[in-house]
């Protein structure tokens, strides 16, 4: 028998199991394809379906092609999910998850958000200074190399620093 969903219905209606959104923007390399397959699995063990919603620009430039691939955000309907799911650190600007945020919120939907603290949300961080500290021992113990040159882009809240002085510190 075919279930017809109202519009307003969660897409996990009348199903065995949940569905949930999965936002990243400048997400088309291989390691986002790696990302893309190992959450895909994961869901399937969990009983879950995931539906991707991601672009290739990061909206750093705010121009009209950025403009363009951010209404795939404004179309998804976040209250017919049962959780949303957003890779915060791969957007360069905030307004387009806020708003997101916001929408799920007034629906009562759970938003988790990976990597960058956002207000209303379960939020997920990676300690980078630990695992910054990692790869340097690592340099220095299998490779020898004992004169480690580090350069890094501004990044949000800390993380230049917090790396600088986990390279230091090893």
Excluded: W
Excluded at 55 to 69: C, R
Excluded at 111 to 134: A, H, P, W, Y
Aim: glycine fraction near 6%; charged fraction near 30%.
């Amino acid at each position: 028998e075919d279930i017809v969903l109202d519009k307003r219905d969660k897409y996990s209606n009348g199903k065995s199991y949940k569905v949930v959104a999965f936002f990243a923007s400048n997400f088309a390399g291989n390691e986002q394809a790696q990302t893309i397959s190992f959450v895909h699995k994961i869901s399937k063990e969990y009983g879950c379906r995931v539906i991707f919603f991601s672009t290739i620009s990061d909206f750093y430039h705010d121009d009209v092609t950025d403009s363009g691939e951010k209404k795939i955000f404004e179309c998804a309907a976040v209250e017919r999910f049962d959780a949303i799911v957003i890779m915060s650190d791969s957007f360069k600007q905030d307004e387009d998850m806020i708003a997101m945020v916001q929408r799920a919120e007034e629906a009562g939907i759970p938003v988790i958000s990976v990597d960058k603290t956002l207000d209303g949300c379960m939020n997920v961080r990676f300690d980078q200074g630990d695992s910054f500290k990692e790869v340097v021992r690592h340099m220095a113990k299998e490779h020898g190399y004992r004169k480690i040159f580090y350069m890094a882009e501004k990044l949000p809240e800390g993380e230049t620093d917090t790396k600088l002085a986990a390279c230091k510190e090893v």
